[in-house]
């Protein structure tokens, strides 16, 4: 959300080779041992620089989710290196990563199921505060005033509870609160999916004001290319655990070089009768995470016209095909 | 012109609120026709009344607490709806009227076999034999492009995606080739490349069963691609309807306008994108409490004194034959007001 810096500052994220397996379902009654697993995250790099955005897209059960969970270790990861403002976060203890939380927050997508109903607004902002002890009394209360204000609600709603709030207030207070601890890193987690579009379009804009102002730092996930477009200066597209291309977001949405992110990006409906588009239909769905296909776990859906054993054998590594275009496909050279 | 097989006119569905407080108006004065064979796309936000207005037409609006206003009138082959028997409604319903939602996980049942929940309709509406109507559902289950049909015909729907339960949805709906398929949201729950699936589907089969679909939902761009004509709607009345190449060209409403200028969009370049969109202050009213006059008008940037007091009616926008272009504003009266703002 804001120009590129002249001098590619060092990276505020680093995540390098990042790997979460969840256990495979288990017999009845959690009962038996776990059949294989489920490869959720498998292998992911990427690195954002301070104040900058990276869009991470995928459709449902890509592991893009996880991604950002294993990032804060909401989930502990099994495997890789993530490093945020040069601190090694998996390596640090429970303390020293609970002053490190400060630092890095999440925002979730749902926000009635992430506010706590028994809580005011007052109280779900004051509880940040207290545990990183940051502010108390007047003091709190003053912090309060200016976030709520800060997100663009009336102080008035620190004493309401959220059911009597609209989605796009509640996701203002999710928000607030992630902002509350002053971190330099957020981890958005579809924050606009459950909003809708006139409500989506004022939160983009919030957030968009707030990086600009706060110099934050934006992991934005989501399955809407058009938002994350609109929002990201890089983007990762994943499928199946894996990144299968990571770009600027100019030239991924101009010369898409994985066959995946072409087809995904003519599949997005686009609100113009007049525009007439190749929409590439898949067919086929998602594979079980459980059991990906060998070779490129893309491959049975795969539009590409020369495909081959190859892509059927060897998984392509995800290499560099253009200035900063990174994608995992053998006929990168010759995207669809 | 073609006479319309659906004709809703001034409908009016309220509900009795929880606490009994108040009345939700819901939907309150919708009038629309659907012709034979065309795509009507319903579109609005979360509370517009657009889903309400679909259900009313089923009349699936549980009662209490909601209630269908005397002087409503839904027209469909001819026959008002709204004064038919219980037995007469049921020969329509599923028959000549069918509907899919959202959620298809909720909407099939689980314990019992897709192939027997497809049947169900033939059995009910056609008298087929058992046999027979089990051999419509695998017939069905191909039509959709489900792999397998003889196989998956025994399935449950756990044992189905998201995708294919929607397939299954589909299948069910039109196992009676309806003439009217209501869809209301029928992509919003999938995945883009699913959704890109579903409506390729529905379009062929749309050609092919030559029926009329409503197609209701929030994405614009989904209308777009495959709606003839729009209803725009807000707060429980009609906005803006018009020929889909119209509506996108030339959007009157203030409300249309916003929503079009609000949705992030793919076919522009970054350089474009990029910086603030566009977005329509405030919030939905409740339906408890629509503001008087025009009911946008809080949130309108061309609002004056008239908006306030005096409740705009539908106005002709003078695009093609009368009423193929509608606006509920006052700004069609006092254009210059318009081009002042802009």
């Avoid at chain 1, 893309?298 to 060897?314: A, G, M, Q, W």
């Avoid at chain 2, 009138?73 to 509907?99: Q, S, Y």
């Avoid at chain 2, 529905?202 to 994405?219: C, S």
């Amino acid at each position: 959300m804001t120009a590129p810096a002249p001098a590619p500052a060092p990276a505020l994220v680093d995540v390098a080779e990042l790997v979460k397996h969840f256990p495979a379902e288990r017999g009845f009654f959690g009962l038996g041992r776990a059949r294989g697993a489920v490869r959720a995250v498998d292998g992911v790099s990427f690195a954002i620089q301070a104040g900058r955005t990276l869009g991470l897209v995928g459709e449902s059960g890509c592991g893009k989710s996880t991604v950002g969970r294993t990032i804060l270790r909401l989930i502990e990861p099994d495997a890789g290196r993530v490093t945020i403002d040069g601190r090694d976060v998996l390596a640090l203890g429970t303390r020293e990563l609970r002053a490190l939380r400060r630092r890095m927050q999440i925002v979730f997508q749902d926000p009635y199921g992430s506010l706590n109903p028994r809580m005011t607004v007052r109280q779900t902002l004051a509880e940040p505060l207290a545990i990183h002890r940051l502010a108390s009394g007047a003091d709190a209360e003053r912090r309060i005033a200016a976030l709520l204000e800060e997100v663009g609600l009336d102080p008035t709603f620190a004493r309401s509870y959220p059911h009597e709030l609209s989605g796009g207030q509640r996701q203002r207070v999710g928000i607030a609160r992630a902002l509350s601890v002053e971190p330099q890193f957020l981890v958005l987690d579809e924050p606009v999916s459950a909003l809708d579009v006139s409500v989506q379009a004022q939160v983009l804009n919030l957030l968009a004001d707030l990086q600009q102002r706060r110099r934050l730092t934006f992991l934005f996930i989501a399955h809407d290319l058009a938002v994350v477009k609109h929002v990201a200066d890089d983007v990762a597209v994943m499928y199946l655990g894996k990144l299968v291309e990571r770009a600027p977001g100019a030239a991924l949405y101009a010369a898409p070089r994985h066959p995946y992110t072409t087809a995904l990006l003519s599949a997005v409906p686009v609100p113009d009768p007049k525009a007439q588009r190749d929409r590439i239909v898949l067919a086929g769905e998602v594979p079980s995470p459980a059991a990906p296909p060998p070779g490129c776990p893309f491959h049975p859906r795969c539009p590409h016209p020369k495909k081959n054993e190859r892509c059927r054998t060897e998984p392509p590594a995800l290499r560099e095909v253009a200035p900063g275009q990174l994608a995992a496909c053998h006929f990168a050279e010759e995207p669809l | 012109m073609t006479e319309p097989l659906l004709r809703v006119r001034d409908l009016k569905t309220y509900f009795v609120t929880e606490h009994g407080s108040g009345t939700a108006r819901a939907v309150d004065g919708v009038s629309f026709e659907v012709y034979p064979g065309e795509t009507l796309g319903l579109v609005g936000e979360s509370g517009c009344g657009k889903t309400v207005t679909s259900l009313s037409i089923l009349r699936l609006i549980p009662e209490p607490p909601g209630h269908i206003r005397p002087g409503s009138f839904i027209e469909f082959e001819g026959r008002n709806l709204l004064t038919l028997a219980p037995r007469e409604l049921r020969a329509i319903r599923g028959n000549r009227i069918a509907m899919i939602f959202q959620e298809p996980m909720t909407s099939l049942n689980p314990v019992f076999t897709v192939g027997d929940q497809i049947a169900e309709a033939a059995i009910v509406h056609q008298g087929l034999s058992r046999r027979r109507a089990r051999a419509r559902a695998v017939e069905m289950l191909k039509l959709v492009g489900i792999p397998d049909p003889a196989e998956r015909v025994d399935h449950y729907p756990h044992q189905m995606s998201g995708g294919m339960r929607q397939r299954v949805m589909i299948a069910m709906a039109l196992v009676c080739h309806p003439k009217l398929l209501i869809a209301d949201e029928p992509t919003t729950a999938l995945d883009v490349t699913i959704q890109a699936q579903i409506l390729e589907l529905l379009d062929r089969l749309q050609r092919d069963l030559g029926m009329a679909v409503m197609l209701i939902t929030h994405d614009l761009g989904v209308v777009a691609g495959t709606a003839d004509r729009v209803v725009v709607m807000y707060a429980g009345e009609v906005v803006e309807q018009a020929a889909t190449g119209e509506l996108f060209a030339r959007p009157l409403h203030p409300y249309t306008e916003g929503l079009m200028a609000s949705v992030p969009r793919i076919d522009t370049r970054v350089s474009q994108v990029r910086g603030r969109l566009h977005s329509i202050p405030g919030q939905v009213p409740a339906a408890t409490a629509w503001p008087a006059g025009c009911r946008f008008h809080p949130r309108c940037p061309y609002a004056w004194d008239r908006c306030r007091q005096e409740a705009p009616p539908p106005l002709d926008a003078g695009a093609g034959e009368p009423g193929a272009h509608t606006v509920r504003c006052w700004l069609l009266t006092e254009p210059q007001r318009r081009s002042a703002r802009a």
